[in-house]
């Protein structure tokens, strides 16, 4: 996506987890319209079946994830459009994402 699409994007966050997981998150805002990408930065799948994902620090288990698998060194991307489901490889959270609110939670269940 190019600066002329009308796309505004945050910084990349780069998470390194205990589990030596290397996953580079970007938002985007198109119109109305949020989603996050997530990108598998490792040589290897990752599942994400046990990660979740929130607007909230106080609630960092708000959208559990789905099992579905990142393949070594590509993007999934999520909407946060608040219709909760996740049909045909497509995931929906159960939150919409305000585009002037930096906050993104990414958690796995161990912690």
Known sequence: MDKN??????????IKDKSNINLKITKYTLGKN?????TN???RDINLE???ISDNVENKY???LPNI??????????YT????KYEDGI?????????DDGTLVLSDNNK
């Open 50 to 52: 046990n990660y979740f």
């Open 81 to 84: 459009d608040g219709l909760d």
């Open 5 to 14: 699409s009308g796309e505004t994007s945050d910084k990349p966050i780069i």
């Open 34 to 38: 949020s989603f996050i990408e997530i």
């Open 91 to 99: 995931i929906h959270t159960n939150f919409k994402l305000n585009s």
């Open 69 to 78: 698998v990142i393949t070594a060194n590509s993007s999934l991307n999520i």
């Open 41 to 43: 930065l490792e040589n």
């Open 62 to 64: 708000l959208y559990k």
